[in-house]
Every structure is written in C-alpha cells, then in structure tokens.
C-alpha cells in the first residue's frame, strides 16, 4: 500500500504571510497514463473536505490563485502565498494512482 | 452543480451492519466512479472502496472482507454495507465522485457534507 506522508502536521502562520505544505509518498505517483494523481484538499471546521489542487498543480474553480501545488515523483509542495482568515482548517494530500490514500493533514491556525 | 446526501442510521450495535446510501443531484451517476470514505474523529481520511455505475466495485483491503457497495442507477443513488462493525468503526463517513473512466481528471471533485456513525450498544 502506498503510504503519504505530511509535514507540519500543524502550522501557525500570521495572516498576510506565506505557508508551505509538504506531502510525499512511499511510491512514485507517476501513473501509466502519464498523470501524476496528486490532490490537494482543505477541510475547513465543521465541513467537508474541499479539493484545491488536482494533478499536482491545477488549482479547482474558485480556487484562490494565492493556492499553488507543485512537484514530481514522490515529492509535493502546497504553497499558499499570504494567508488569509478564511485559510483556516486541515489540509490533505491525497494520491490517487495507486488506488487511493490521504496524507495525516496539516493543521493551519493563526498565531 | 452536482451534490451528493448521505442518509442512514447514525447508531449501529457492535457486530451489526453499518448500511448507508448516497443519493446523487444535478447530474447522472452514469459513467462514473463513486466512492465512500470515513474519517475517524482526530484521525485521517480512510479510502473503503469505490463502484462504478455499471456496478462493478474496487474496496481497500483492510475493508475487503466486511464491506460490500452496491448501486441503483434508477434512483441515482450508491450505497455502503459494512458488516461485523466494532467501536473502531465509529467515525464521519462521506460519499464522494470518484473519477470518470479515462477522462484522466483528478478524484474526489464532490463530496457529500458527511454522516456520522457511532457504534455502541
């Protein structure tokens, strides 16, 4: 089984400030159809979780171009640019090339 | 937009059956994958298993032996039968869209808001 990783596992940050999330996995995530399955999702409190970031770096519809995914092979990067208010929640990384896994989450607060 | 509603019993006694269902809205279940997930409190999310609209299944292996996903195109609606439940199984279980066969798009674009089960006598 493929095992994904996170670090922080939490993460204050002061608002107007960057972040950065890393995930990696037991195993490349370069599928056989080329695409690299690597997800990006905020759990904001008392929600579901809401996907950001598919395929590595495309961010969803509505997404905040202050939300950016990068990486290759086992190594990704969440990059959120200035932290804002509503940022607030769980983060997790999800790889869905080898049937599917979640990463522990990252909790972002506020200092 | 498509949306997707969990219902069911939010109470299960140990060793009984955790059933629950997953109507889908704003769009077909036709041509896609579907897939439940659960999410102990405090603990990460937890792939079961994933079924396709023709019916046909793919389930984690810790849940192979117990759970069983089914279904029915005409009410638009996937469901979720966990069998010889513990406390362990207690914990928010959410349906989501999997992905669209050779689409090559990503998984888990639309998640329902969630269900809590509690096992307990």
């Known amino acids: 089984d493929v095992v994904v990783t996170q670090s922080p596992l939490s993460l204050p940050v002061t608002l107007g400030q960057p972040a950065s999330i890393s995930c990696w996995s037991s195993?490349?995530?370069?599928?056989?159809?080329?695409?690299?399955?690597l997800h990006w999702f905020q759990q904001r409190p008392g929600q579901s979780p809401r996907r950001l970031i598919y395929?590595?770096?495309n961010r969803d519809s509505g997404v905040p171009d202050r939300f950016s995914g990068s990486g290759s092979g086992t190594d990704f990067t969440l990059k959120i640019s200035r932290v804002e208010a509503e940022d607030i929640g769980v983060y997790y990384c999800?790889?869905?090339?080898?049937?599917?896994?979640f990463g522990q989450g990252t909790k972002l607060e506020i200092k | 937009q498509v949306q997707l509603q969990e219902s069911g019993p939010g109470l299960v006694k140990p060793s009984e059956t955790l059933s629950l269902s997953c109507t889908v809205s704003?769009?077909?279940?036709?041509?896609?994958?579907w897939s439940w997930i659960r999410q102990p409190a405090g603990k990460r999310l937890e792939w079961i298993g994933r079924i396709y609209s023709s019916g046909s299944t793919n389930y984690n292996s810790p849940f192979e032996s117990r759970v069983t996903l089914s279904v029915d195109t005409s009410k638009n609606q996937f469901s979720l039968r966990l069998s010889s439940v513990t406390a362990a199984d207690t914990a928010v279980y959410y349906c989501?869209?999997?992905?669209?066969?050779?689409?090559?798009?990503?998984?888990?674009?639309?998640w329902g808001q969630g269900t809590l089960v509690t096992v307990s006598s």
């Open positions: 989501a869209r999997d992905s669209e066969p050779g689409a090559g798009s990503g998984h888990f674009d639309y």
């Open positions: 195993q490349s995530l370069v599928h056989s159809d080329g695409n690299t399955y």
């Open positions: 395929k590595v770096s």
């Open positions: 704003g769009g077909s279940i036709s041509n896609y994958y």
């Open positions: 999800m790889q869905g090339t080898h049937w599917r896994s």
